[in-house]
């Protein structure tokens, strides 16, 4: 048989919008949910605060009642460690103040205490402490002579009533709470011991909750103190009810009331402060009462009015949620329109959510291609322009310029390059071997992105010429290295002349060098006048020589810039190099030269010779005004924040307070005086603090000096950690210098911190 059936034709799925398959039935079943569990969840909630409220006012006071008590365990404790310490009862039978107030400052310090007083078998104090605290320190005042013995904290003790009694003491700077006990010795009551802290330091560290305030009333029902905002208008209707008080002062219970406090109903539980046997006052905790379902009809329309609420959100959501289902159209159909070649067609929408964003995208799709195509062409015609531009600058630039790759070979030099170094015609392509020392492997600090300076500035000979060069490498935003850029120019006449110079001035300076080591040792196997002569020799000699490095470095200053050619260097190595170039001259003046080393391995970036004689007139200074059999310390500490922390210290005869601000000024000499009023003059041009702080400052670096007459003087010396590269790191250390061996001596032992 011939079936005669049309063949059936392939149907399109119906579409149906997400918002009404799956949104909308969503949206009715949340509705269902949420209306009754937010009704039974706020009346369940609304009841439950009342009781929530009393039982964190009751914790409240448990934890409040054990930390007073803790507290009072705490003072007990300090007052009973002031009345047995070693001395104390002979101090008060000798009246012996000052002795006490040592003695009390540090116990109280220790402790943490506001107040330390010590009184007589009279009730007179002989020794007092106060705590005093400004924006700036905080320090103890003490006093002396005050009369106790009208205080009803002293009286029962003084009177032989009790062992130990705590309460209340008003005093000029605020009402404090003191825990007293008796000092005795050979079974004789000689006076009493009390340790103290602030009402307001009392109430913090009893304070249970940060929610809960606290208020402390004396026994008359006075406000003492309080964590309430010191605020007149917020304070007001903080008073304490006279039945409330003495109720709790009678039946030594908490009582809860009801109180208005700057215009806010609060929730208050008051209670006895009970410390030790003693009842100084009470104690009132106070919470806002955030209950306002007053009545059961209260508690039902809140219940309705939260179903409503979830209900207006549910239905907010779903129409929000539709919104955005539209705008996702929105760019569907416009995804469409450009699929089917419709180039021209725009969503038309701001990038303002996550959706526009998408619309917006789509937007820009037809203009991406042509964009580029106008910025490629845009970067070819600049990189022509800049190319020229490049090489009239370096036509123009009175040093020469040579640009080589990162094999050594020459791409680009200018006219007076080539004419310093006579190199031969640029088609030969030649290799400059005379500077491959020049490109080191040390990366210093960026010049601009993709260009870093390469070790120190040099000095080359080279053709019968001295030129001074600079090399930089040249690298991509990858950190690959390019190339080499070299700066040169002639130096030849300059470099002569300053050669001469120091050639003068280093023979001058080792002419003097030289019998310092041999006057060291006579002057050690001599004695009496002279050893004297020989040592008072060879520190004038050490000075003069010093006055020649001086000259020489101001020399340096007036001829150069400032700034130091930087590399990195080893700071135990920079620090042992200036404890050789002064040991011989400690030696002679008959000091000591110690070395302590927190922590090894460090760097800064630096110039050796520039800080060696900034941290030798340190030094320098430190022996002059050192006296013979002294002590003088180079200290490394520890890393700080990238910054190395140098120290270096003598026990000498200090630097007086009118000096201090006028240290590194130049040519300023202050008057160092020994204990015995004699001034010490040794000569200078007072130029070698001056010198010192330039030279640091010019490495980023910090100077800062701290100095007790009599005591001794530290110079601190902050300098910045250099940061490690990838390329490795050149060697730094001078091989004329050489390390000494550091003598024991225990600088603690010598020196007060």
Do not use: C
């Not at 009810?241 to 208005?260: C, H, I």
């Not at 060291?520 to 000075?543: K, N, T, W, Y």
């Amino acid at each position: 048989m011939t079936d005669n059936r049309a063949p059936a034709r392939s149907r399109r799925p119906r579409f149906v919008s997400l918002r009404w398959r799956f949104l909308f039935p969503l949206t009715l079943v949340v509705l269902v949910v949420a209306m009754p569990g937010a009704y039974g969840l706020a009346a369940s909630l609304s009841s439950g605060f009342l009781i929530a409220e009393e039982n964190v006012l009751l914790q409240n006071s448990q934890a409040i009642a054990a930390r007073a008590d803790e507290l009072y365990q705490r003072q007990r404790a300090e007052a009973l460690r002031i009345a047995f310490t070693i001395g104390v009862p002979e101090a008060i039978r000798a009246r012996q103040a000052e002795s006490l107030h040592a003695m009390l400052e540090g116990l109280a310090a220790a402790a943490n205490l506001d107040s330390a007083i010590v009184t007589d078998s009279q009730g007179v104090e002989i020794a007092g402490l106060l705590r005093v605290r400004t924006p700036d320190f905080t320090d103890y005042s003490v006093s002396t002579g005050t009369d106790l013995r009208a205080e009803p904290l002293l009286q029962p003790i003084l009177s032989g009533a009790a062992e130990l009694n705590s309460g209340l003491l008003r005093t000029a700077d605020g009402t404090l709470l003191y825990t007293a006990v008796p000092i005795n010795f050979d079974n004789q009551r000689l006076g009493v011991a009390l340790v103290g802290q602030r009402l307001a330091t009392v109430i913090d560290t009893v304070q249970a909750s940060a929610v809960a305030a606290v208020t402390f009333y004396g026994s008359s029902g006075a406000v003492e103190a309080t964590t309430f905002p010191p605020d007149p208008a917020a304070l007001t209707g903080l008073a304490l009810d006279s039945v409330v008080l003495n109720q709790v002062l009678t039946a030594r219970q908490p009582v809860k009331a009801a109180a208005t406090i700057g215009g806010t109903p609060y929730r208050t539980l008051v209670m006895p402060f009970v410390f030790g046997d003693s009842l100084p006052g009470v104690i009132g905790t106070a919470l806002p009462d955030n209950i306002p379902f007053a009545t059961e009809i209260g508690r039902q329309v809140t219940a309705l009015f939260a179903a409503g609420l979830a209900g207006a959100a549910v239905t907010m959501s779903f129409i929000g949620i539709s919104l955005l289902v539209a705008r996702v159209d929105r760019v569907t159909v416009a995804a469409q329109s450009l699929a089917a070649g419709r180039l021209e067609t725009r969503t038309g929408m701001a990038a303002g959510d996550e959706i526009g964003r998408l619309g917006a995208t789509l937007d820009k799709v037809a203009q991406v291609v042509q964009a580029r195509e106008d910025k490629f062409k845009t970067l070819l015609r600049r990189e022509r322009r800049e190319r020229a531009y490049l090489v009239a600058v370096l036509s123009s630039i009175p040093e020469g310029v040579v640009v080589q790759d990162k094999d050594g070979r020459v791409l680009l030099m200018n006219d007076t390059a080539r004419g310093l170094l006579g190199t031969p015609a640029m088609g030969q392509q030649p290799r400059l071997s005379a500077f491959d020392g020049l490109v080191a492997s040390l990366v210093g600090t960026a010049l601009a992105p993709g260009i870093y300076t390469l070790g120190d500035p040099r000095q080359i000979d080279y053709a019968g010429k001295i030129l001074h060069a600079q090399a930089a490498a040249i690298v991509n935003s990858g950190g690959q290295r390019l190339g080499t850029v070299l700066l040169m120019r002639d130096l030849t006449e300059e470099v002569q002349q300053s050669q001469a110079r120091e050639a003068m001035l280093q023979q001058l300076s080792q002419d003097i060098q030289q019998p310092l080591a041999g006057l060291a040792q006579r002057s050690a196997l001599q004695s009496g006048m002279v050893s004297d002569f020989a040592r008072e020799i060879s520190r004038h000699a050490a000075a003069l020589q010093k006055m020649i490095v001086d000259m020489r470095e101001l020399t340096l200053y007036n001829r150069v810039s400032a700034r130091p050619m930087l590399r990195p260097l080893a700071v135990e190595t920079l620090m042992w190099a200036v404890a050789n170039d002064w040991r011989q001259i400690a030696i002679a003046a008959g000091l000591q030269l110690q070395m302590a080393l927190d922590k090894r391995g460090m760097r800064v970036p630096g110039d050796e010779s520039r800080l060696r004689l900034a941290i030798g007139n340190i030094v320098d200074n430190a022996i002059k005004y050192t006296l013979p059999g002294g002590a003088i310390s180079l200290e490394i500490k520890d890393e700080v924040d990238g910054t190395v922390h140098l120290r270096i210290r003598d026990n000498g005869v200090g630097i007086a307070p009118a000096d201090m601000e006028h240290l590194f000024m130049p040519f300023y000499r202050g008057t160092p005086t020994t204990a015995d009023g004699e001034i010490i003059r040794v000569p200078g041009m007072g130029q070698g603090l001056h010198l010192a702080r330039q030279i640091i400052e010019a490495h980023g670096g910090r100077i800062k000096v701290k100095s007790r007459p009599g005591v001794g003087t530290a110079v601190y010396v902050a300098l910045p950690l250099t940061a490690g590269e990838a390329l490795p790191l050149a060697d730094t250390v001078d091989s004329a210098t050489l390390l000494i061996v550091p003598e024991a001596l225990d600088m603690e032992a010598v020196w007060r911190q």
